[in-house]
């Protein structure tokens, strides 16, 4: 088996995936879809984005 050395960048990225697992594993659906509400309100509000909302159908 051949090693390499894994790109730092990459490494980070692995991190930051470990640390949003540890920060959001305890979290019902529920309370996980109501935090990425609120986190995409602040991004909207932040950066002046006007979105049309989107419904999708429910399935019968």
């Known amino acids: 088996m051949t090693k390499y ?3 730092p960048s990459l490494l980070e990225v692995r991190q930051w995936k470990e ?3 540890q920060e ?3 979290l019902t659906p ?3 879809l ?3 509400k609120r ?3 602040e991004v909207k509000t932040k ?4 979105l049309p909302q989107m419904n999708l159908p429910v399935a019968q």
């Open 47 to 50: 950066y002046h984005f006007n």
């Open 5 to 7: 050395q894994e790109d």
């Open 30 to 32: 529920e309370e996980y």
């Open 34 to 36: 109501n935090k990425l």
């Open 24 to 26: 959001d594993r305890h």
């Open 39 to 41: 986190i995409a309100e």
């Open 19 to 21: 640390q949003c697992y």
